[in-house]
């Protein structure tokens, strides 16, 4: 069995190489783009408050601008779960070739 698999081993080191430099660079542009786009919603959010008590518009708009404002927001938080499931295949690979 240990035959079979040496093959599929060996081929899985660059992959790991690979995977580890996108997981470390997506990483980073998630981190560092989560300031402005948490600004950005928060300022989504703000107006959408200034809307409804300051009555600048219709509830629609509102609407529309939490909507923004909440996907600016989530967007960072997700970026961040795609770039920790790229992790994890990163350790099963890891996994599978050190027994």
């Known amino acids: 069995m240990f035959l079979l698999k040496l ?18 660079f997506t990483s980073l542009i998630a981190g560092l783009s989560s300031i402005v786009t948490n600004l950005i919603g928060l300022l989504g959010i703000t107006a959408a408050c ?4 300051f009555h600048l518009g219709t509830n629609a708009d509102a609407h529309y601008m939490l909507a923004v404002g909440t996907i600016f927001i989530l967007l960072p938080h997700i970026a961040q779960w795609l770039v920790s499931s790229v992790g994890n295949v990163l350790i099963r690979i890891v996994a599978f070739i050190v027994p």
């Open 7 to 24: 093959p599929f081993r060996l081929a899985a080191i660059p992959l790991i190489a690979a995977l580890a430099i996108v997981q470390f």
């Open 50 to 53: 200034c809307i409804w008590m």
